[in-house]
């Protein structure tokens, strides 16, 4: 797993902490993990809940990134 991701259909360079969306909804969403290997990467609802935010696996080619860093929690 790396850091950092090129996504081959635009110039999009992703890292871990970015805030991002995704196609399918309106909601802002931090990257938790990548593997640019395999067009995947982990994400999680923000601002945090609570009681956290659980993690889950999306492609990269669902992922609208913002390029910008997200705020100190």
Do not use: K
């Not at 956290?52 to 990134?65: A, K, N, T």
């Amino acid at each position: 797993m790396r850091n950092h991701a090129s996504n081959s259909s635009s110039s999009m360079r992703l890292h871990q902490g970015d805030c991002v969306h995704l196609r399918c909804d309106d909601g802002t969403y931090q990257v938790i993990a990548i593997d640019d290997r395999h067009d995947r990467c982990w994400v999680r609802s923000w601002p945090l809940q609570r009681h956290g935010s659980p993690v889950f696996e999306v492609s990269l080619g669902s992922v609208v990134f913002e390029g910008q860093p997200l705020p100190a929690a």
